[in-house]
């Protein structure tokens, strides 16, 4: 497992930042507030109304070695097509820094207060929340100072998110697939007789590997859409892939690829007789490629 | 020969006791691993099998490296293996991986401890021994063990004034009882941040009673230590202080 160097980190949320009105927000269109006990980290709040890549870009321009987290509103029902607008502003020449994009709304992501204690953001365009008369605040708003806690139990979260959804899925459908007795055989079948046994007995497993692939299927996405309502949890991969394929380093976008390439064309599409252990291996062996790829940490 | 099984994947256990049958092996579950360590009959325990990484608390946990340490100090003749879906390393003797499984399996469960080496296999889950390290040697700042050393060394300061040199209540209030608060809220916020976790190791046993001596100090002394004067000087305040310090060494002599 690769470690992360200790580099500067900035979170920058762009939101509706303006509906504050004490104070009015800057007409530069962004604020940077320090970090409680770290000089070199920055929450950077960003106007959605701006011009919030030219801002990003400028603001990144001399940080190729800072690690940073961009929280973008959610615009439509497409948030990894609203990210493409920040990918190339956020991406950076220095393969060692973390750089990653996540679309946020409706007050139930972590990044809220109403969704976690240890969220950013609270009611509109503000870094406090309330409800039922209590009050809970992220920032020192007289100091311009986010609190420690806040930021790091944020970053955190979001840092590690997307190569936990990978370890979690890769461990799941390993499991499921390992036991089928036709993984046990050493004779060769066809493709799609297994595959079509599999996604009946396990079709919200099957639908998180296409999602994974981003290969397109209406009724898979669907079943997936429904089962994220039920349990208020984000099966699918969504900016994930986005962060997977345009903002990791090189060698971690490549696997990425690879992983995806064959997932679509060793598994999900192949018509041909297959020694089922032998694709499960390649597969298995590709997951973990784009594991090792990614520097950070799985879990806290 | 009989392999005893630490897993949290029922059904992958069956396939692996299926394949196991076909060399005359036999195959038992020790513990479920999404559950809570709770202390089994080690006695006819010779070899047992870790898949890693486990579910546990909706995390994928890799506790090999403890496992080990832990297995070498208490039950030496047992030996370690793990298994899973990550592939081996090189070097890493002990580690079965389901995806490419040896065509002996029979030759690779005979191998002694004096075979192996001892690296463990780096699964991407959840490292538990990082974090016990980190419970016990904090972020950069004082062990939980400094943190203990300062409470019990400030109730002693505490009973020499008002037994020694028979300071007023309130002298020894200001001088050391109300730095008390704060140090018990730093151990006692470490404690409950990571004991849950490290109840599916095999020291859960010590832990509980690890926290059971928090709780009694908590709500019998804590509490009000700063308030009624008769309470720091309680031998049994400073005795349970020294049991919750035993109980965390051993752990610590174990698992790291």
Known sequence: ?300 | MTIHCITSEASVLATFERRLAQENIAVQLLHDARKPWNAPDWLHVERLVLFTPFLYENQYVAAEKIWQSWLKKTHPRIVFFTAGFCQSDLGVANHLDLMNLPKSLRDFFAQQSSDLSPTTVDTEGLQLHHKLARFFDGHGKESIFDVLSDITRLIGMAVAGAQRHGDSFEIIREDFLQKLPAKWAELNNRWLNYYALLCCLPVADTLRETNALIAKVDQNYMGGICEQAELFQEETLLNLLNDIHKQLFKVRQTCL
């Open chain 1, 1 to 300: 497992m690769q470690k992360l160097a200790n580099h500067p980190k900035y979170i920058l949320i762009i939101w509706s930042w303006w509906k504050r009105t004490a104070p009015a927000f800057l007409a530069s269109g962004y604020e940077v507030w320090a970090v409680e006990g770290k000089p070199s980290d920055r929450l950077v709040l960003i106007d959605e109304r701006a011009d919030y890549a030219a801002i990003i870009a400028q603001l990144l321009a001399d940080e190729t070695q800072t690690d940073a987290l961009v929280f973008l509103h959610r615009r439509s029902h497409n948030p990894v097509e609203d990210l493409k607008s920040v990918t190339d502003a956020l991406r950076s020449a220095d393969a060692g820094a973390l750089r990653k994009a996540f679309a946020f709304s409706d007050g139930r992501d972590y990044l809220y207060l109403s969704a976690n204690e240890w969220g950013l953001i609270g009611n509109e365009g503000q870094l406090w929340y309330s409800s039922g008369g209590t009050k809970m605040r992220s920032a020192e708003a007289a100091a311009n100072t986010v609190r420690r806690t806040h930021f790091d139990k944020v970053w955190q979260y979001y840092s590690q998110q997307c190569k936990r959804k990978l370890l979690e899925l890769k461990e799941e459908l390993l499991a499921a697939l390992w036991v089928l007795p036709v993984a046990q055989s050493t004779e060769a079948v066809d493709n799609q007789t297994w595959l079509r046994a599999f996604k009946k007995e396990k079709p919200l497993l099957y639908a998180r590997l296409l999602d994974l692939a981003n290969e397109d299927s209406p009724k898979f996405n669907m079943l997936l859409e429904q089962a994220e309502q039920k349990s208020q949890e984000k099966l699918r991969f969504g900016e994930c892939r986005l962060n997977f394929s345009e903002l990791n380093p090189a060698d971690a976008r490549a696997q990425y690829q690879h992983l995806a390439d064959f997932i679509r064309d060793g598994i999900v599409n192949l018509e041909a007789p297959v020694l089922v252990s032998d694709s499960l291996r390649m597969l298995r062996d590709r997951f973990d490629d784009l594991l090792h790829a990614l520097p950070e940490s799985t879990y806290p």
